[in-house]
T-cell receptor, first 114, second 109 residues
Framework: SQTIHQWPATLVQPVGSPLSLECTVEGTSNPNLYWYRQAAGRGLQLLFYSVGIGQISSEVPQNLSASRPQDRQFILSSKKLLLSDSGFYLC?????????????FGEGSRLTVL | GQNIDQPTEMTATEGAIVQINCTYQTSGFNGLFWYQQHAGEAPTFLSYNVLDGLEEKGRFSSFLSRSKGYSYLLLKELQMKDSASYLCAVMDSNYQLIWGAGTKLIIKP
């Protein structure tokens, strides 16, 4: 069966510090991978998605970046965090493009920037 | 633009029935999803509708009318554990999901 893990679960970072959130998927090949952010009381905001190694599409211009160094690994990074980067970050995967299957989410990472 | 609307919050009584509505305007349509999200946790899949009509799955049912851009999630025999946010999402013509802000459902004894 397929599983998805992301870490760390919780982190508190000062403004201007770097960020690295990591996500891995097991039990499937060539998944579509996604990074979402959820602010309190708001819907899920798609940040990045990837349909293959090294292929990253950015939905929202910001100081975050994403990388996919391996087929089942997706990393969200920032060089300098802003207060507005605080939120609940979710990694998700879905079967390949064109599939209308459901999204499966990781456990989430709660980021607080002080 | 693309838009998903659902009520911000609803309250219901344990054992009762509640209907959570979702209306949408999107560029194309490849299905509508409902997810449940408990506080501080990741969303989990509840249902998927791509054709008009009612899909029943245990205590939960989901309805879709594509001509009206409308869906609802029906929860029967409410239990305290059903207290959560319920997210409506539509897959557009590019197979990307457009998400509503979610409906927070409060269950009272």
């Amino acid at each position: 069966s397929q599983t998805i893990h992301q870490w760390p679960a919780t982190l508190v970072q000062p403004v201007g510090s770097p960020l690295s959130l990591e996500c891995t998927v097991e039990g499937t090949s060539n998944p579509n991978l996604y990074w979402y952010r959820q602010a309190a009381g708001r819907g899920l905001q798609l940040l990045f998605y990837s349909v293959g190694i090294g292929q990253i599409s950015s939905e929202v211009p910001q100081n975050l970046s994403a990388s996919r160094p391996q087929d089942r690994q997706f990393i969200l990074s920032s060089k300098k965090l802003l207060l507005s980067d605080s939120g609940f970050y979710l990694c998700a995967w879905r079967a390949s493009s064109g599939d209308t299957g459901e999204l499966f989410f990781g456990e989430g990472s709660r980021l607080t920037v002080l | 633009g693309q838009n998903i609307d659902q009520p911000t919050e609803m309250t219901a009584t344990e054992g009762a029935i509640v209907q959570i509505n979702c209306t949408y305007q999107t560029s194309g349509f490849n299905g509508l999803f409902w997810y449940q999200q408990h506080a501080g946790e990741a969303p989990t899949f509840l249902s998927y509708n791509v054709l008009d009509g009612l899909e029943e799955k245990g205590r939960f049912s989901s309805f879709l009318s594509r001509s009206k851009g409308y869906s609802y999630l029906l929860l029967k025999e409410l239990q305290m554990k059903d207290s959560a946010s319920y997210l409506c999402a539509v897959m557009d013509s590019n197979y990307q999901l457009i998400w509503g802000a979610g409906t927070k459902l409060i269950i009272k004894p």
